[in-house]
């Protein structure tokens, strides 16, 4: 997509002395993965560290905290007869931690730690009743270290399970926080052209559309796997959306994010790299001429700002304050986003750019548009075929919106009780 460059008790958790004598011996002296010996020095050196661990019971959750050296990979497990929940962190060692006695909950009788397949590190919490973890990771405040919190609902049970289907990854799998009376924070999730158009096309034939949807549904199973967010597809199809649709989709569905995801075209094949984009100056100020002259918008906003029942320079008023806000929530939003990116991908521009793009351009709710990489690029366009790479870009946008979060967390949300 072609675009202008205008410049986030006691254990079972106690471990037993043999299970310790295990633990520090499988970690501390190398231990064989898939056959394959390798050395203390190798393994701490790409594995994340627990420096702590914490537990405590909350109203309706019991909550497990991790502090962790990196942000980790986890998959999740329910057993029954007994019942447990197991939490599989990859490529992560705990050494000379104090591990928390169990709170006085109901529905975590303890936890139990042991090491997996040389490298992981397996957490069993082993349940009253069965209980499906909910589980996010949250990136440093303040420098300090990642978390990991797992959280054990009281209610247990079946019935609002996300994701059970073979299409949906149980890596994160989770319940919906709806369930626990938090309210949920809406991300809408914009793949840029699809149906008749097909976006930009790659030496390979790669269409832009494809490519985009494909991170997309990735980024919609992730935030509906993480608690406290709902995802909304403003397309999850191979159909054609109008931009000012988009948008509107987002606005029925009270959104509190917008994400545009593309892939970025130039008629150099060496441009290269990902970038991130919100609204400029320009954009918002034709944008709000037009919502003032529009009488359909004059009640519209989703904050609950109405611009009805005021004369013209009132409500301009109105609107520029709406918009310098949001404006201001997307560049920090988008600097998040983009911070992350740059862990997985080259950057195209190390800041967040600005342009007038008609998907960004609702004056309440915080948007930018990712570029995940240049289609035109022969090896760029190699890599945003694999899924492994799609799946870092989507990984990448949901730790931008969860260190959004952590810093402005709405009250009456589940981030209000990290």
């Known amino acids: 997509m072609n675009k202008p460059t205008q410049s986030v008790h006691s254990a079972s958790v106690a471990i037993d002395a043999d299970r310790r004598r295990f633990l520090r011996s499988a970690v501390g002296t190398g231990v064989a993965a898939f056959?394959?010996?390798?050395?203390?020095?190798?393994?701490?050196?790409?594995?994340?560290?627990?420096?702590?661990?914490?537990?405590?019971?909350?109203?309706?959750?019991?909550?497990?905290?991790?502090?962790?050296?990196?942000?980790?990979?986890?998959?999740?497990?329910?057993?029954?007869?007994?019942?447990?929940?197991?939490?599989?962190?990859?490529?992560?060692?705990?050494?000379?931690?104090?591990?928390?006695?169990?709170?006085?909950?109901?529905?975590?009788?303890?936890?139990?730690?042991?090491?997996?397949?040389?490298?992981?590190?397996?957490?069993?919490?082993?349940?009253?009743?069965?209980?499906?973890?909910?589980?996010?990771?949250?990136?440093?405040?303040?420098?300090?270290?990642?978390?990991?919190?797992?959280?054990?609902?009281?209610?247990?049970?079946?019935?609002?399970?996300?994701?059970?289907?073979?299409?949906?990854?149980?890596?994160?799998?989770?319940?919906?926080?709806?369930?626990?009376?938090?309210?949920?924070l809406v991300v809408a999730i914009d793949p840029g052209h699809g149906g008749k158009d097909p976006g930009a096309i790659g030496r390979r034939g790669t269409r832009e559309k494809d490519i985009v949807l494909n991170i997309g549904l990735q980024l919609r199973d992730l935030i509906a796997a993480t608690p406290g967010l709902r995802p909304v597809m403003t397309r999850s199809d191979d159909r054609y959306i109008p931009l000012r649709k988009r948008t509107q989709i987002a606005r029925d569905h009270e959104a509190d994010l917008f994400i545009s995801v593309h892939a970025d075209a130039f008629r150099l094949a060496s441009a290269k790299g990902a970038s991130v984009y919100c609204l400029s100056q320009n954009g918002a100020s034709s944008e709000a001429a037009r919502w003032l002259a529009a009488k359909e918008n004059s009640a519209d906003f989703v904050g609950g700002a109405s611009l009805?029942?005021?004369?013209?320079?009132?409500?301009?008023?109105?609107?520029?304050?709406?918009?310098?806000?949001?404006?201001?929530?997307?560049?920090?939003?988008?600097?998040?986003?983009?911070?992350?990116?740059?862990?997985?991908?080259?950057?195209?521009?190390?800041?967040?750019?600005?342009?007038?793009?008609?998907?960004?351009?609702?004056?309440?709710?915080?948007?930018?548009?990712?570029?995940?990489?240049?289609?035109?690029?022969?090896?760029?366009?190699?890599?945003?075929?694999?899924?492994?790479?799609?799946?870092?870009?989507?990984?990448s946008i949901l730790a931008g919106v969860n260190s959004y979060y952590v810093a402005h967390a709405p009250q009456g949300t589940r981030y209000a009780m990290l």
Request: glycine share 8%.
């Open 35 to 184: 056959g394959l010996p390798f050395a203390e020095s190798a393994l701490a050196a790409r594995s994340v560290r627990v420096s702590r661990v914490e537990a405590g019971r909350h109203d309706g959750f019991t909550r497990y905290v991790f502090r962790l050296s990196a942000p980790v990979d986890f998959d999740t497990l329910l057993l029954d007869n007994p019942a447990r929940a197991v939490v599989d962190l990859r490529s992560t060692q705990l050494r000379d931690v104090a591990l928390p006695s169990a709170p006085d909950s109901p529905v975590v009788k303890g936890m139990r730690v042991g090491v997996r397949h040389g490298t992981d590190l397996r957490l069993v919490f082993d349940l009253k009743k069965r209980a499906r973890p909910q589980i996010i990771i949250l990136p440093p405040t303040d420098g300090g270290e990642h978390r990991l919190v797992i959280d054990l609902p009281h209610g247990g049970g079946r019935d609002t399970v996300v994701a059970d289907r073979p299409d949906v990854p149980q890596q994160n799998s989770t319940l919906r926080s709806g369930a626990s009376g938090f309210r949920e």
């Open 308 to 395: 009805s029942g005021h004369d013209e320079d009132v409500a301009s008023v109105l609107l520029d304050l709406a918009q310098t806000k949001t404006l201001e929530s997307s560049l920090d939003f988008g600097d998040r986003v983009l911070g992350q990116i740059g862990n997985v991908a080259q950057l195209h521009k190390r800041q967040v750019q600005q342009a007038g793009f008609a998907v960004l351009k609702s004056p309440d709710i915080p948007s930018i548009l990712v570029e995940s990489a240049f289609i035109s690029n022969p090896q760029e366009e190699r890599r945003l075929r694999t899924r492994a790479y799609q799946r870092e870009i989507a990984q």
